[in-house]
């Protein structure tokens, strides 16, 4: 930086002008320029005479046009009428505004314009309100630009005025973002928007998630214990252990009087494309639900909510978290009931209103069911997809090969129409267990969603 502010001096000046020292002030953006030279005469007239050698350099500087590319205004120099004080105090930052201290008598303002309007344009001067009885006394200086206020306080700090000495220091700004303003000055309107908001990000990020442990739970995607060897495993634990004759369902069956024709009637209509529900009826240890495990376990895509755990729950929001613990619905936030009512409260004492974002233990089963119902709907469009690019893939082999075959050079080719219908064993089912014989708190919204 010495280099740089060498080269934009001028070499040829009167009064044996020489350079004998450079500082430069990297965070003011400047450097102060120490110079001897000759004069004849008293002290008044050695300063008469600098100055004009600091006035010759600056028109020169002006006439070169030395400025940076990012910076509209030319280079100065000024002269230096204190005891520039050089430091490096971290937070001491250079900002618009310089305040000025008074050793002495107070200055005026037109006083202090005389002394700081050559430095830059000005953009206000701040004194010091008589009630305040703080010494030493001060005024603020505010310069339109940063680089007026950095002038003044590296040229005029410890500059006498009279008999008052001025202290200059840069005055930290607060720098006030309008759009948090407004925000903080309308809170009738951001509080609302800010809570909807919050909530609309968390359900935009955790239900796609939980939408994704949901379908992982119908399908067993990461389910280890659906690899065939594992599950071999698993069932030759098992009949070791308990020592029954799995021989045969049939032998199974034949315990139960009749179970056997129930068993094959609800396979053929869960067979069946879904349109309704089933209602499987009977007196207590009647094999009601071996009955439906056997009828089902051909499913590929089988849900199981448990009526009797639930309801073996204490309050509703563990039945709550229950049923999304059985559906894979996850994560849940039992804090964000809470947190929902309490913003919903504060709206209420801010604006009057509610704002309508509380949360409760129903409608979180509500919003549990509706993503069960959205990840079915998607599961048997995606194999609806499979099978119908199956299809394509046979009708383009078949018409290749009538193509090869024509015998009069001349074939239609046939494009088979998308399926409707999955296969029995991919048509999902959802097992309501123990549901007709235990009171739930939320049995009306399943027997809704179920219908729906």
Not at 243 to 263: I, N, P, V, Y
Not at 374 to 383: A, G, P
């Amino acid at each position: 930086m010495k280099k740089k502010v060498a080269n934009l001096l001028p070499t040829m000046l009167p009064n044996q002008f020489a350079v004998s020292e450079i500082e430069p002030h990297k965070r003011d953006g400047g450097s102060i320029v120490y110079f001897t030279f000759s004069a004849a005469g008293t002290q008044d007239d050695a300063k008469q005479v600098a100055e004009r050698l600091v006035r010759a350099v600056d028109a020169e500087l002006a006439v070169g046009g030395h400025r940076k590319w990012y910076d509209f205004e030319p280079a100065r120099s000024l002269p230096v009428r204190g005891v520039p004080f050089s430091e490096d105090i971290v937070r001491m930052l250079p900002s618009k505004k310089i305040k000025v201290e008074f050793v002495g008598p107070d200055l005026t303002v037109e006083q202090l314009y005389r002394e700081f309007r050559e430095f830059g344009r000005i953009l206000d001067i701040e004194m010091q309100p008589t009630s305040n009885k703080d010494t030493p006394r001060w005024a603020v200086v505010h310069y339109t630009k940063l680089r007026g206020a950095t002038r003044a306080r590296n040229c005029a700090h410890g500059d006498v005025v009279g008999s008052t000495r001025l202290l200059l220091s840069y005055v930290r700004e607060s720098h006030t973002n309008v759009v948090i303003q407004w925000f903080k000055d309308h809170t009738k309107f951001t509080i609302p928007l800010a809570a909807a908001a919050l909530i609309a990000v968390i359900y935009a990020i955790f239900d796609p998630i939980r939408e994704f442990f949901v379908e992982n739970k119908i399908t067993h995607r990461f389910d280890l214990s659906q690899l065939p060897i594992l599950g071999n495993m698993r069932k030759a634990a098992m009949r070791s252990l308990l020592r029954r004759d799995t021989s045969s369902t049939s032998d199974e069956m034949s315990a139960w009087t009749g179970l056997f024709d129930q068993k094959e009637r609800l396979v053929s209509i869960l067979n069946e494309p879904p349109e309704s529900f089933v209602v499987v009826t009977g007196p207590h240890g009647s094999g009601k639900t071996k009955l439906v495990e056997l009828a089902t376990q051909e499913k590929k895509y089988r849900v199981v909510i448990d009526a009797n755990n639930l309801a073996s729950q204490h309050s509703e929001l563990e039945q709550m978290t229950l049923l999304a613990r059985q559906l894979g619905w996850w994560p849940v936030f039992n804090s964000i009931i809470g947190i929902t009512n309490t913003i919903d409260l504060m709206v209420t004492a801010t604006t009057g209103s509610k704002a309508g974002i509380s949360a409760t233990p129903e409608s979180q089963v509500r919003r549990i069911l509706e993503c069960l119902a959205l990840v079915l709907t998607k599961i048997r469009h995606s194999r609806l997809d499979v099978l119908h690019a199956d299809e394509q893939r046979k009708h383009k082999v078949r018409n290749t090969h009538a193509l090869q075959h024509a015998s009069d050079g001349s074939a239609v080719a046939s494009f088979g129409s998308s399926p409707r219908t999955l296969a029995p064993d991919e048509i999902p089912v959802i097992v309501l267990e123990n549901f007709m014989d235990k009171d739930l708190a939320f049995s009306k919204i399943i027997i809704e969603w179920a219908a729906s």
